[in-house]
Antibody
Framework: QVQLVESGGGVVQPGRSLRLSCTAS????????MHWVRQAPGKGLEWVAL????????YYIDSVKGRFTISRDNSKNTLYLQMNSLRVEDSAVYYC???????????WGRGTTVTVSS | AIQMTQSPSSLSASVGDRVTITCRAS??????LGWYQQKPGKAPNLLIY???SLQSGVPSRFSGSGSGTDFALTISSLQPEDFATYYC?????????FGQGTKVEIK
């Protein structure tokens, strides 16, 4: 059973940076696209970013373009989300999720909490 | 961005009830839609992919239907463990977008 474990969350001031990591328990990590999805406190789910299985293509929600960068290191089975110029509205639980082709987001991590506050 | 309008936003139902949640896309998305269940404090869980395909391990009381702009998730006989929030997600075009969620509560 594939497991994803996020880390790197914490409390940070507006304008500062944070890097999230998501480590997979499987060597098939490099075969799948990976996503970040977030959920603000008491709110619904919001898709944030996707990276292709080989890192060749990336997509972002408009509100994070130019501030967040998704990347991956397949040799380490690890996905990253570099978050710069953080805003209060970026406060959320951030989940990483595996995209199994046309079969949806089939494996999710437990999430890591980011709080942006002065 | 494609807007996903989910309804109702919440509903109260009893164990054994048949429950249907709908999701409407602001433009056609073929069958590129999934349904996810989320319980409080937990990560979402994939129920249905490609609009109507049941994810492995998900009980058969869950079913999905629809194509184009109109979709539905049906729970044929609600069980105690089904009380949760349900979300649709379109994966047809970027940015992917979720519906706003439907909270299913105990009547």
């Amino acid at each position: 059973q594939v497991q994803l474990v996020e880390s790197g969350g914490g409390v940070v001031q507006p304008g500062r940076s944070l890097r999230l990591s998501c480590t997979a328990s499987t060597n098939t990590f490099g075969s799948h696209g990976m996503h970040w999805v977030r959920q603000a406190p008491g709110k619904g789910l919001e898709w944030v970013a996707l990276i292709w299985y080989d890192g060749s293509d990336k997509y972002y929600i408009d509100s994070v373009k130019g501030r967040f960068t998704i990347s991956r290191d397949n040799s380490k089975n690890t996905l990253y989300l570099q978050m710069n110029s953080l805003r209060v509205e970026d406060s959320a639980v951030y989940y990483c999720a595996r995209y199994y082709g046309g079969y949806g987001l089939d494996v999710w991590g437990r999430g890591t909490t980011v709080t942006v506050s002065s | 961005a494609i807007q996903m309008t989910q309804s109702p936003s919440s509903l109260s139902a009893s164990v054994g009830d048949r429950v249907t949640i709908t999701c409407r896309a602001s433009q056609g998305i073929r069958n590129n839609l999934g349904w996810y269940q989320q319980k409080p404090g937990k990560a979402p869980n994939l129920l249905i992919y490609a609009a109507s395909s049941l994810q492995s391990g998900v009980p058969s009381r869950f079913s999905g239907s629809g194509s184009g702009t109109d979709f539905a998730l049906t729970i044929s006989s609600l069980q105690p463990e089904d009380f949760a929030t349900y979300y649709c997600l379109q994966d047809y075009s970027f940015p992917w977008t979720f519906g706003q969620g439907t909270k299913v509560e105990i009547k």
